[in-house]
């Protein structure tokens, strides 16, 4: 196994701003030698998801930076090229968490096993994985919408929006989209199956969103932050719930925009609307929920009640310019880098 | 009955910041016959909190403003001079929202005989009314403190913060405590158990604080907002749960801060940090959750396990200036206006 020659993306720079391919760097090393209770896994398909900017930035969050020179970290699907392992065999199909390579050595402590509910394995990566499970569990525990009661969701046409809009419809809700451009409202609203899409770039989107909600807004699912959350904040009803899982407006910015500071008026609609704002990292949930969610979501995936789009790039070479464009919002579905072939 | 005379004091002018004086004019009137189904009230005392000063503004929120030449509004304990009401007979004590007036005639629907388990009853104004069924709820219902977590809270001395760090103390949690002035905090640490309490004014606050929670904050009881919370927010714990039941540092702003707009830091802390915010308003929760209140918390009083510093203050008219003093921090304890004698 020797002879493997692995391509790997790294950190060449922290980023300030939006990130530029020159923040990444290819390098080309041979795998070494692969060790008594390790598996050697070739890469197929390498998921992209907007949290990756953060990890590239020192700045403190729930994770520590990334090293710069070190690999960019990322779910995967993998086939296991060769194994000396007890647990996995050569031509295994898994999910971990190798990140931006075309192979990657474990010792199978972050590996599953493809579960068998799961017929297109590209999926792992999205609906029947952390993104849709970051829906499922934001939507139902914390979120936890009413029959009959208005959820709204940004980047209604990505890999969680999608799927946030989905359950919420599956659970006797209306579902309200936003995204960016006529193209994905008008697969949000005729594919997806929610109750409407509006386009945040329109002019008059706040009074749009405001029109297509008569009733107010129950549930905030709050992926994006920035100027969706100011348009949505006057239209929460008392008792509205926000689960926050991401905040993509924010990442790429080097500083707090100007005044006046909007936080007294933040709280005070809190508090006189009675709202309960809550963040989550769904990595805390894996070991209670997953179980629970890949039960629920392969159900409702097999019977066609849960669907996404998958925007395929092909290469790894192709990765760091797919992901500046999922931060700027140029994706249309859940981006997956095909690394090699299945 | 018809030759008693009313003192009330009625909304004169909206105020433009903090209240002044001009703001509230006396009025005196003849109150009328006694109509048949009702009853004459006559206030002993009068309860001033700072959610008053709220309903004084035209400014939406979540009770419609009192109108100009309005009586100010506020919790009573009254005595029943006569009654053409079956419920209620002459002499009886009971509780209500008649405010800032000398006599009231009332139908009987927002009257309550005092309960039998108050003993004081100034004290169904605070510790057994409205604040402190409001530290109960929040602290319990929302804050949920665990045994040996750490519980915050501002005006430690007032009303509700008092009470909210005593029965933090009695769920097993460490209680720190945020005052104006040595003499507060002493109050606070020696009369109420808190395990510390800070000055807020001193001007190495921030550095104070974080030294007396060594291990961060878990529960943060909001009841003030402004520098208070942008202090303790680099100190919540992941999973921190805080409750917003007042903001008393906003209420008199005439307008927001200036910048930077720090609502993208909010925001992107309580995601990494898994922070639950929420609001809530006591009025919303009499009907489910009063009655258990009350019986823990007589229970908790008659034990000497929660206490409560009254200020009292003589007579209505000086109900104006005590609001004002309260508004601006300068009360110590639940201030309490006796407008007659028992």
């Given at each position: 196994m020797s002879q493997v020659q692995n391509r790997q993306i790294v950190l060449n720079a922290r980023p300030v701003g939006a990130p530029k391919p020159e923040d990444f760097r290819i390098e080309k090393h041979e795998v070494p030698e692969l060790p008594a209770g390790h598996v050697l896994l070739r890469t197929i398909y390498l998921s992209l998801d907007p949290y990756m900017r953060g990890r590239?930035?020192?700045?403190?969050?729930y994770a520590p930076p990334l090293g710069l020179g070190e690999v960019m970290m990322g779910g995967t699907v993998s086939r296991v090229?060769?194994?000396?392992?007890?647990?996995?065999?050569?031509g295994d199909l898994v999910s971990g968490f190798?990140?931006?390579?075309?192979y990657a050595l474990s010792?199978?402590?972050?590996?599953?096993?493809?579960?068998?509910?799961?017929?297109?394995?590209?999926l792992a990566l999205s609906v029947l994985g952390m993104p849709g499970f970051t829906a499922y569990h934001g939507l139902?525990?914390?979120?936890?919408p009413k029959a009959g009661e208005t959820v709204v969701v940004a980047s209604a046409s990505g890999a969680v929006g999608s799927v946030v809009g989905q359950i919420a419809k599956l659970k006797g809700a209306r579902a309200m989209g936003i995204a960016g451009g006529a193209d994905k409202c008008r697969y949000v609203v005729e594919?997806?199956?929610?109750d409407a899409c509006i386009d945040h770039?329109?002019?008059d989107f706040a009074q749009q969103l405001a029109a297509a909600c008569p009733n107010g807004i129950d549930v905030y699912f709050e992926n994006v932050g920035g100027a969706v959350f100011e348009t949505v904040l006057p239209l929460l009803n008392i008792g509205a719930r926000v689960p926050v899982c991401g905040l993509i407006a924010y990442y790429n910015d080097t500083q707090l925009p100007q005044g006046p500071n909007l936080v007294p008026h933040l709280l005070t609609q809190i508090l006189i609307r009675r709202i309960r704002v809550e963040g989550f990292i769904i990595l805390d949930h894996f070991a209670t929920g997953f179980e629970s969610f890949l039960r629920d979501m392969s159900g409702w995936v097999a019977q066609g009640k849960v669907t996404l789009r998958e925007e395929f790039v092909d290469g790894l070479e192709q990765a760091p310019q797919a992901l500046i464009g999922l931060l700027a919002g140029k994706n249309f579905g859940k981006v997956v880098v095909r690394v090699s072939e299945p």
């Amino acid at each position: 196994m020797s002879q493997v020659q692995n391509r790997q993306i790294v950190l060449n720079a922290r980023p300030v701003g939006a990130p530029k391919p020159e923040d990444f760097r290819i390098e080309k090393h041979e795998v070494p030698e692969l060790p008594a209770g390790h598996v050697l896994l070739r890469t197929i398909y390498l998921s992209l998801d907007p949290y990756m900017r953060g990890r590239m930035s020192d700045a403190p969050s729930y994770a520590p930076p990334l090293g710069l020179g070190e690999v960019m970290m990322g779910g995967t699907v993998s086939r296991v090229e060769a194994s000396r392992h007890p647990s996995f065999n050569a031509g295994d199909l898994v999910s971990g968490f190798t990140g931006w390579q075309a192979y990657a050595l474990s010792d199978g402590s972050d590996l599953s096993l493809l579960d068998s509910r799961i017929n297109q394995p590209s999926l792992a990566l999205s609906v029947l994985g952390m993104p849709g499970f970051t829906a499922y569990h934001g939507l139902l525990n914390i979120g936890q919408p009413k029959a009959g009661e208005t959820v709204v969701v940004a980047s209604a046409s990505g890999a969680v929006g999608s799927v946030v809009g989905q359950i919420a419809k599956l659970k006797g809700a209306r579902a309200m989209g936003i995204a960016g451009g006529a193209d994905k409202c008008r697969y949000v609203v005729e594919t997806l199956g929610f109750d409407a899409c509006i386009d945040h770039r329109a002019p008059d989107f706040a009074q749009q969103l405001a029109a297509a909600c008569p009733n107010g807004i129950d549930v905030y699912f709050e992926n994006v932050g920035g100027a969706v959350f100011e348009t949505v904040l006057p239209l929460l009803n008392i008792g509205a719930r926000v689960p926050v899982c991401g905040l993509i407006a924010y990442y790429n910015d080097t500083q707090l925009p100007q005044g006046p500071n909007l936080v007294p008026h933040l709280l005070t609609q809190i508090l006189i609307r009675r709202i309960r704002v809550e963040g989550f990292i769904i990595l805390d949930h894996f070991a209670t929920g997953f179980e629970s969610f890949l039960r629920d979501m392969s159900g409702w995936v097999a019977q066609g009640k849960v669907t996404l789009r998958e925007e395929f790039v092909d290469g790894l070479e192709q990765a760091p310019q797919a992901l500046i464009g999922l931060l700027a919002g140029k994706n249309f579905g859940k981006v997956v880098v095909r690394v090699s072939e299945p």
